[in-house]
């Protein structure tokens, strides 16, 4: 028995995917079914190889299958699994120098897709296998009970932005997962 992060109940805790599987479904090799994870300490770059998405003793039974339907909805809306999704591009536009592309679409369903997104968020800096910038502890309490209470925050709260990388016109680049990279700023800056 631990303590559930999400609802903080002394439960038994079950091994929680930080990034959930159907994220990694892209980088993994076919046979045999693996990926590389690259570490850059500054100087110098290890490689290892890794059969599973990364998972730590996080959530009871309860809060996993919570978190499931927001995963479910993302791999059907984000992914297209099984063809269920309802989210349908609907327009997009290039900037001059055809670097960025920007798409709208309709029916995302906001409730589900911002429970998502911050759910994957917090499990980032709730765990302790991915280096993450060091948010304040009232930012993940806002992020766990809003995700605890099934209650998204506002869309400017804490807004998320979902980017593909392109090396080319009409290229994106697939298979990888980038850790999030800490940035310094200074009031300099502002
Ligand atoms: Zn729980």
């Known amino acids: 028995m631990a303590q559930c992060k999400l609802c903080l109940q002394d439960r038994e805790l079950k091994r929680s995917h930080i990034v959930p599987e159907f994220m990694y479904l892209g980088i993994y090799d076919k046979t045999p079914r693996r990926f590389y994870e690259m570490k850059n300490s500054g100087k110098e770059i290890k490689s290892r190889i890794e059969q599973k998405g990364k998972r730590e003793y996080l959530l009871c039974e309860e809060c996993e299958s919570k978190l499931s339907k927001y995963e479910k909805y993302a791999d059907e809306n984000l992914y297209g699994k099984n063809q269920n999704g309802k989210a349908a591009l609907i327009k997009q536009s290039m900037t001059s120098d055809g670097r960025t592309f920007l798409y709208e679409f309709e029916r995302f369903e906001y409730h589900s ?50 980017q593909s990388v392109m090396t080319a016109s009409g290229k994106i680049l697939k298979g990888f997962i980038l850790s999030p990279i800490e940035k310094k700023v200074t009031n300099e800056q502002f």
């Open 113 to 162: 897709m911002k429970l998502f997104l911050d759910s994957l968020l917090w499990r980032l800096l709730v765990s302790k296998s991915f280096p993450t910038p060091e948010y304040s502890p009232d930012l993940k309490e806002k992020l766990r009970l809003s995700i605890y209470d099934e209650i998204p925050l506002e869309e400017n709260e804490n807004p998320c932005l979902i």
